[in-house]
């Protein structure tokens, strides 16, 4: 059965260094999408990166890059130079099947980050 | 453009009566989601709807909940004869397919149920 774990359940960082945030997802599939999302505390759920199952390279936005371990089913996110403003709730999901199929995402368990002045 | 909005953003309602919780997702984007948190079941799929093709509704929880999307638009969750385990955040998310499928959330609801 699909599933995505977040082993980390709070993260520390200092503020301007970089921070990896476990994922591991579990699927039979081999089509496939990988996102992580970033949740405030405000509530609303902010698209941070994507990796789908075929790309070769690794997904990067700006000071977020997506390490992908396609064998090892890992898509680990990496911030660089945290900012005080990344202190939120992380979470990782996978959708299964071609985009033509419900897209329905699964949600890891998320990760709480708090950056440190 | 303006994003997915939903409302209210907090609701407070006592065991037993009925909730609408609405949302207006991104202009154009013909999916939508949505999905609960909470505190002991993390993030849950509960219904998408994609154009006019019958809705997936395999992640309602019992048949008190219930949505529709009118004119392939706003949608409405409602949730009859609510009990206190339905408190929860209501997350309402769109898209607009492609390849990627990016799904983008409003806010949310609040639910307490007293």
């Known amino acids: 059965a699909q599933k995505i774990t977040q082993t980390q359940p709070g993260m520390f960082v200092q503020e301007k260094e970089a921070v990896t945030l476990d994922c591991t997802y579990d699927?039979?599939?081999?089509?496939?999408?990988l996102f992580w999302y970033k949740q405030p505390s405000s509530g609303e759920m902010i698209f941070l990166i994507y990796?789908?199952?075929?790309?070769?390279q690794n997904a990067t936005e700006g000071r977020y890059s997506l390490n992908f371990q396609k064998a090892r089913k890992s898509a680990n996110l990496v911030i660089s130079a945290s900012q005080l403003g990344d202190s939120a709730m992380y979470f990782c999901?996978?959708?299964?099947?071609?985009?033509?199929?419900?897209?329905?995402?699964?949600f890891g368990q998320g990760t709480t980050l708090q950056v440190k002045p | 453009g303006a994003g997915v909005s939903q409302s209210p953003s907090n609701k407070v309602t006592e065991k037993g009566k009925d909730v609408e919780l609405r949302c207006d997702p991104i202009?154009?984007?013909?999916?939508l989601y949505w999905y609960r948190q909470s505190l002991g079941q993390g993030l849950e799929f509960l219904i998408y709807?994609?154009?006019?093709?019958?809705?997936?509704k395999s992640g309602l929880p019992s048949d008190r909940f219930s949505a529709e999307r009118t004119g392939g638009s706003v949608s409405t969750l409602t949730i009859q004869r609510t009990q206190q385990e339905d408190s929860a955040v209501y997350l309402c998310?769109?898209?607009?397919?492609?390849?990627?499928?990016?799904?983008?959330f409003g806010a949310g609801t609040r639910l307490s149920v007293l």
């Open positions: 999901a996978m959708r299964e099947g071609r985009s033509g199929n419900t897209g329905k995402l699964i």
């Open positions: 998310a769109s898209s607009s397919g492609g390849s990627k499928n990016i799904q983008y």
């Open positions: 709807f994609q154009g006019n093709s019958a809705p997936d």
């Open positions: 202009s154009g984007h013909t999916a």
């Open positions: 990796q789908g199952s075929y790309d070769e």
């Open positions: 699927t039979s599939d081999q089509s496939y999408g």
